[in-house]
């Protein structure tokens, strides 16, 4: 139900920003998205059992959406899937049998890199990703991601509006102990396959 709804969220919010931008209810369930995929991510990192090969559809599904991202948002910023690939990397990197001297540079290159080609959501994007993964307290959480929040609106100049992401946990606290994952072509189609229809729909409107 977590990832329906994620996909259903983030449907709405690419159709607000394209046919209904004065419409605020579109950006506000918008939001509450992108905390629902990291979320997964953190999930799915634990599950998998194939590491390397998650990577790999992640990156090859970032790559495969990447031109008609841009060409429907008409924007320079890599897709969601890289962040959420960049996120599910850093992860690896923490758990990993390191000195911790290597673990920091490893995580300061990929923020670098995250950083210099623009990732969507940025380092709020990946934080929010290690939060999910490594703080299981409800309260904590909820105080880190607001503080996560409060810092996109300050340096990516977000709209306040991002705080509705907040109310994601609710959603994840209701469904938290029922997790059934959607069929794995589904998964990795939506994402590229709304991105054309939503492309074909501005092209002919």
Known sequence: MIQII?????????????????????SLLGRLAFPLFA????????????????????????????????MLFENYSLNIC?????????????????????????IFLICTVVVLFGFEYGLYGVSTIITFAKIKNLKRNVLVQAI???????IYNYSSIQFAALFSMIIILVYNNNIPFLNRYVQY?????????????????
């Not at 709405?12 to 579109?26: A, E, K, Q, S, W």
């Not at 599950?47 to 008609?68: A, D, E, H, M």
């Not at 996560?148 to 300050?154: C, E, T």
């Not at 189609?189 to 409107?205: D, E, M, R, S």
Request: contains cysteine; positive net charge.
């Open 6 to 26: 994620a996909y259903f969220t983030m449907s709405l919010d690419h159709i607000g920003r394209l046919f209904f931008p004065n419409i605020v209810l579109f």
């Open 39 to 70: 979320y997964g991510i953190a999930i799915g990192y634990t599950k998998t059992s194939n590491f390397r090969l998650y990577c790999f559809r992640l990156f090859i599904l970032g790559v495969v959406s990447q031109i008609p991202y841009f």
């Open 82 to 106: 890289f962040t959420l690939l960049a996120g599910l990397l850093i992860l690896r990197i923490l758990d990993i049998d390191w000195q911790y001297y290597y673990k920091i540079l490893a």
């Open 148 to 154: 996560l929040i409060l810092a996109s609106v300050v």
């Open 189 to 205: 189609c939506f994402y590229p396959a709304h991105i054309l229809v939503l492309l074909f729909l501005k092209k002919i409107l």
